[in-house]
């Protein structure tokens, strides 16, 4: 009787931890979110008053959501078009220095937001920046990059790219390693270019690493915060950077329930933020899933 409640002894610490500090906030958050409450009085029910709020009420919510998909409609594709292309070269030119490079790529993914931020607001500083003084050299006008909605949009968007593509090209180097060789030998041998072979064998083999890779990537996108969180901190600039170009859905929820003190409210945004996430990834898992359905 002692071996058989052994198992359960030793799992017991993690089912502790899981409700502590995931379901507990999950469930008293979801119930929070019908509730006025600022953290400090009282707490009172006001039905679906903080959702209607959301839609009908909250135009930083609507440009949130805008500047979340103008960001994941130009870091998605790149980050996946790179990843894939620099996994490619590497396997098929890159063969003895494939881990120092490999290295040398991923590093940006494995590195502390906070001092990607720093560096980057570093680089593209109006005065001292390392870009503008390029920019200079080269007897280009330089650009107020953190003081413009475009500019500081192109800014989060590079930066996001670069620390994310590593992460994409692991992905495919693991994909990539499931193919059998003799299918690029084969095609080498009727006289296939590398690039006939990338767009024949390589792409139409790995569509099960892109459903995964588009997936995750979308959903890592609808919740993007440190980038522009943290380049805009400590700056002259409002939540979000200059007209709050930048401002994405999971800021707003952070400026309404940590700055504001709407704790119900940020709830409400929270969960409408899960609801578009699960429909997103619904409709994205039945689009890549469809020929395999079939």
Same mark, same amino acid.
């Given at each position: 009787?002692?071996?058989?409640?052994?198992?359960?002894?030793?799992?017991?610490?993690?089912?502790?931890?899981?409700?502590?500090?995931?379901?507990?906030?999950?469930?008293?958050?979801?119930?929070?979110?019908?509730?006025?409450?600022?953290?400090?009085?009282?707490?009172?029910?006001?039905?679906?008053?903080?959702?209607?709020?959301?839609?009908?009420?909250d135009k930083f919510f609507y440009q949130s959501l805008k500047n979340t998909v103008i960001l994941l409609a130009f870091t998605?594709?790149?980050?996946?078009?790179?990843?894939?292309?620099?996994?490619?070269?590497?396997?098929?030119?890159?063969?003895?220095?494939?881990?120092?490079?490999?290295?040398?790529?991923f590093l940006p993914y494995i590195t502390t937001p906070v001092a990607i931020g720093i560096i980057f607001r570093m680089m593209?500083?109006?005065?001292?920046?390392?870009?503008?003084?390029?920019?200079?050299?080269?007897?280009?006008?330089?650009?107020?990059?953190?003081?413009?909605?475009?500019?500081?949009?192109?800014?989060?968007? +590079? &930066?996001?790219?670069?620390? @994310? $593509? *590593?992460?994409?090209?692991?992905?495919? /180097?693991?994909?990539?390693?499931? %193919?059998p060789d003799e299918l690029y030998e084969a095609a080498k041998i009727e006289g296939a270019k590398w690039y006939h072979s990338?767009?024949?064998?390589?792409?139409?083999?790995?569509?099960?690493?892109?459903?995964?890779?588009?997936?995750?990537?979308?959903?890592?996108?609808?919740?993007?915060?440190?980038?522009?969180?943290?380049?805009?901190?400590?700056?002259?600039?409002?939540?979000?950077?200059?007209?709050?170009?930048?401002?994405?859905?999971?800021?707003?929820?952070?400026?309404?329930? +940590? &700055?504001?003190?709407?704790? @119900? $409210? *940020?709830?409400?945004?929270?969960?409408? /933020?899960?609801?578009?996430?699960? %429909?997103?990834?619904?409709?994205?898992?039945?689009?890549?899933?469809?020929?395999?359905?079939?």
């Amino acid at each position: 009787m002692k071996r058989k409640f052994v198992p359960y002894v030793m799992l017991a610490p993690y089912f502790f931890v899981y409700l502590a500090f995931s379901l507990f906030p999950i469930i008293f958050s979801l119930i929070i979110s019908f509730m006025r409450w600022d953290g400090f009085s009282s707490a009172s029910f006001i039905g679906l008053t903080n959702y209607i709020r959301v839609f009908t009420q909250d135009k930083f919510f609507y440009q949130s959501l805008k500047n979340t998909v103008i960001l994941l409609a130009f870091t998605t594709p790149s980050v996946i078009v790179l990843g894939l292309l620099t996994a490619s070269i590497i396997k098929d030119f890159l063969t003895k220095s494939r881990s120092p490079v490999q290295l040398m790529n991923f590093l940006p993914y494995i590195t502390t937001p906070v001092a990607i931020g720093i560096i980057f607001r570093m680089m593209f500083d109006w005065k001292s920046g390392v870009v503008n003084q390029l920019l200079a050299l080269m007897g280009l006008p330089t650009v107020y990059w953190l003081g413009m909605p475009a500019a500081s949009r192109a800014v989060v968007i +590079f &930066m996001d790219i670069w620390q @994310g $593509y *590593g992460y994409m090209m692991v992905i495919f /180097l693991s994909g990539l390693s499931t %193919i059998p060789d003799e299918l690029y030998e084969a095609a080498k041998i009727e006289g296939a270019k590398w690039y006939h072979s990338f767009f024949r064998i390589t792409v139409p083999l790995l569509r099960p690493i892109f459903a995964f890779v588009i997936t995750t990537s979308v959903i890592n996108g609808f919740r993007l915060f440190d980038q522009p969180q943290l380049l805009f901190e400590g700056s002259a600039q409002p939540l979000g950077g200059p007209d709050r170009a930048v401002l994405t859905v999971v800021m707003r929820f952070y400026e309404a329930s +940590f &700055m504001s003190f709407e704790f @119900g $409210y *940020g709830s409400a945004l929270a969960y409408v /933020l899960f609801i578009i996430i699960v %429909i997103v990834s619904y409709i994205l898992v039945r689009i890549l899933n469809r020929d395999n359905q079939s």
